[in-house]
Nanobody, 124 residues
Framework: QVQLVESGGGLVQTGGSLRLSCVAS????????MGWFRQAPGKEREFVSA????????YYADSVKGRFTISRDNAKNTVYLQMNSLNPEDTAVYYC?????????????????WGQGTQVTVSS
C-alpha cells in the first residue's frame, strides 16, 4: 500500500504562486508515475499534470501549460507542483495520485493510490 499526503495549498491572490508537495509513504514510489488532479465545486475531477518515474517526461493540461511545473525527488519520495500566475479558475482541491502504469496518465482511471487533497483558493 501507498499513502499519499499533500500539502502546500492555501489562499493566494490572482497572479500569485504556490508550491504543492505530495509525500508518499508505505512503499517507495520511485517506479511509479505520479499525477496531480483537481476538482472544483460542482465539477468533475480533471487532470492537471503528471510525471514519469524518472522525471524525464512530464505532461500538462492545456489550461496550466506554461504556468505549472511538476517535478519529483525520488530520494524523498516526494512530487511537487509549482503553480505560478494563478487565477480564480485554478481554485479547486488538488489531489496527488500514483500509478503503476498500464493506462494513459491523463485519466484518473490509471491511478491506484490517491491522497486526501489540499485546497487551493485564488482570490480575484
Amino acid at each position: 500500500q501507498v499513502q499519499l499526503v499533500e500539502s502546500g495549498g492555501g489562499l493566494v491572490q490572482t497572479g500569485g504562486s504556490l508550491r504543492l508537495s505530495c509525500v508518499a509513504s508505505g512503499r517507495t514510489t520511485s517506479s511509479y508515475a505520479m499525477g496531480w488532479f483537481r476538482q472544483a465545486p460542482g465539477k468533475e475531477r480533471e487532470f492537471v499534470s503528471a510525471i514519469d518515474w524518472s522525471g524525464g517526461s512530464t505532461y500538462y493540461a492545456d489550461s496550466v501549460k506554461g504556468r505549472f511545473t511538476i517535478s519529483r525527488d525520488n530520494a524523498k519520495n516526494t512530487v511537487y507542483l509549482q503553480m505560478n500566475s494563478l487565477n480564480p479558475e485554478d481554485t479547486a482541491v488538488y489531489y496527488c495520485a500514483a500509478t503503476t502504469g498500464g493506462r494513459s496518465v491523463y485519466t484518473s482511471l490509471a491511478y491506484d493510490y490517491w491522497g486526501q487533497g489540499t485546497q487551493v483558493t485564488v482570490s480575484s
